[in-house]
C-alpha cells in the first residue's frame, strides 16, 4: 500500500474526528479517509461506465439514422416521426 500526504481543511478535520468519535464506525482519521477514497473511486467508476453506454447508445443511434437516410446535416423529422423514435427507444429500453 502506498502512503499519501494530503492537506485537509481545519473544518473538515474536526467533522471527520466527530463522526469517529460518535459513530465508532472508523477506528482513525486513516481509515475514514481511505473510505471516502474508495467510495469515490467506485462512484468514478461507475460514472464512467454510464459514459460509455452513453457513447455506444448514440453511436447505434447515429448508424440508425444514417441507414434511415439521414445526411447528418439536416433535421427534418415530423412530430409523428419524433414521436415515433421516442417509442421506439422507450420501448427499446423496457419503459413500454
Given at each position: 500500500m502506498?502512503?499519501l500526504?494530503?492537506?485537509?481543511n481545519e473544518?473538515?478535520?474536526?467533522?471527520?474526528d466527530?463522526?469517529i468519535?460518535?459513530?465508532?464506525?472508523?477506528?482513525?482519521r486513516?481509515e475514514?479517509?481511505?473510505d471516502?477514497?474508495?467510495?469515490?473511486?467506485?462512484?468514478?467508476?461507475?460514472?464512467?461506465d454510464?459514459?460509455?453506454?452513453?457513447?455506444a447508445?448514440?453511436?447505434?443511434?447515429?448508424?440508425?439514422?444514417?441507414?434511415?437516410g439521414?445526411?447528418?446535416k439536416?433535421?427534418?423529422?415530423?412530430?409523428?416521426?419524433?414521436?415515433?423514435i421516442?417509442?421506439?427507444?422507450?420501448?427499446e429500453?423496457?419503459?413500454?
Amino acid at each position: 500500500m502506498k502512503t499519501l500526504t494530503v492537506a485537509v481543511n481545519e473544518e473538515y478535520v474536526k467533522t471527520i474526528d466527530s463522526v469517529i468519535k460518535s459513530s465508532k464506525l472508523y477506528s482513525s482519521r486513516s481509515e475514514f479517509i481511505k473510505d471516502a477514497v474508495r467510495e469515490k473511486m467506485e462512484s468514478l467508476i461507475k460514472l464512467n461506465d454510464e459514459l460509455d453506454e452513453i457513447r455506444a447508445a448514440s453511436i447505434r443511434l447515429a448508424k440508425k439514422a444514417r441507414a434511415a437516410g439521414w445526411d447528418g446535416k439536416t433535421v427534418s423529422l415530423s412530430r409523428k416521426e419524433k414521436e415515433r423514435i421516442a417509442n421506439e427507444l422507450l420501448k427499446e429500453k423496457g419503459f413500454k
